[in-house]
């Protein structure tokens, strides 16, 4: 198919369609309505179901019903919304369910603002609701990455019975670029899930779908197979791109969706004044690539680590837990919606490579504000 | 052409982000690369809007862009806002019906379009986000001039009278460009 150009919040919803969704819960929220607009009208012509709920704490609750089915359901929301549905989340997850959840992100916290953010990455990847339960996350770069990303992801949800979230941030969803749907994309089939779903148990025993456990050791047990899942995918799914990563590198950037572009441009730019800066791009948010950023970050020509992120540093904390101190990780990040520039990446780079003499002792005291205090 | 990018800003309901859109339609036709990204925030009615758009035969690195290689002006505001963020030695394209002043800098070329004008006289004046977008390519070439129409008919051409309108603009405004660039570098008066 040849490519044509798409809004990102309409390529993912499209995305969804073919990989086979047929239920989608939803209720407004920006920067994402476009994924609700466009599966009002998509929806119907698969023969799915398009519902706008009264409230996201319903949406969660209609996808941990529609999940238990056996139906391929879909939703998508922002950070507020994102939040309404924690419960479900953790109950769907303790259930073992699949589903997929689409977080645009915006500022936070509280009612925060509507522009592009990546604040929800401590409630994507350890858990916004309760218990000991994970969410396999990833997060795109670009539109093309967002669709390949959500048409792989329902399948992958069903492999674990476990909820798949894609994390973008705001401009994700509103921009433009061109994408390509792949003619022959093996998007998994739904109708394996008949051998756990509830589908009416006429002629067999009937199936209780739950996360209540009041035995203690049921609910240990049922701890214990989550947790194996998560065992496996910290085998089966990491993912990441390394971008200019090579031996002359002194620096190295970790960053991960539009944001990771930004350091691209800068890494580029940087490249053609002669310095060399290796970029490390998580997409896999959980399971996080550990053992692949330690070996990169090992490598004896690093000498920093620096973290950049559109939140008050979030990530890094997954950083420095991989890197265990063994080279210095700094943190550079904006927020409440402000996108670094390529200029303030570039700025922040600088600054950590250069021999410091007086004049950039200077400059590096004048940007210290906005850098993590630890 | 290694990548070019462009800001066209105005008021909403100029066409703006439909100009920045068709640019970016024509340049995947030609195999580019491109990213359209739009300011997306709380605006009123009549408010401001913008959008970025890059065209590249490199994979595109930030969609965000501080400075852009030309700026593409609809309204004062805009103009106030935007021209002082075009790179050195880029260019300045300027709504002159609704904008009556010019800039101060000496390193960007700025080009006149009388585009409210144009679209009048071809006979609505909702072809004037046409004007500006047909002057730009003829100033640029970023793409071809028969591509950029195709699209034009591809994505507009619904109702014929006003295709036909906005095609007499499209044709006006390249020419305009690109006789604008003929001397270029110096202020260029429409």
New interface residues.
Partial sequence: MA???MKGNEAIAEAAIRAGATNYFCYPI??QTEVAEYLARRMPEVGGVFLQAESEVAVGNMLFGAASTGRRVFTSSSSPGISLMQEAMSYIAGAQLPCVILNIMRGGPGLGG??PAQSDYFQATKGGGHGDYRILCLAPSSIQEAVDLTMGAFATAEKYRNPVMIVGD??IG?????VEFPDDFDAGDPSKNEEWAATGAKGRKARIIKSLFLDPLKLEENSIVLHEKYEKMKVDEVRYERYKINSKNELMIVSYG?MA??????I?ELEAEGISVGLFRPISLFPYPEKELRKEVDAKNIKTVLVIEMSCGQMVEDVERVVQGVKPVKFFGRTGGI?P???EAKEQIKNLIKKPTRAKKAAAKSTSKRKRKD | MDQYEVLWAGFGGQGVMVAG?LL??TG?KEGK??????S???EMRGGTAYCTVVISEQR?????I?NPRAAVVFNRPSFDKFSPRIKAGGLLLVNSSLIDVTTDRDDVTEILVPANRMALDAGSPKATNIAMLSAFVGATEVVKYENLLATLEEKLGKKKELLEINRAVMLAGYELGQKAMKGAGKKVKA
């Fill in positions: 490519k044509i150009l920006t920067p509507i522009l705001g401009m509103q921009m433009m670029e061109p539009t572009r930004i350091c691209q441009t800068a580029d996108v520039s390529p200029e | 859109q970016a339609y995947i690369n491109v990213v359209w990204l739009p997306y925030g709380p595109i690195g930030s969609p965000i501080s």
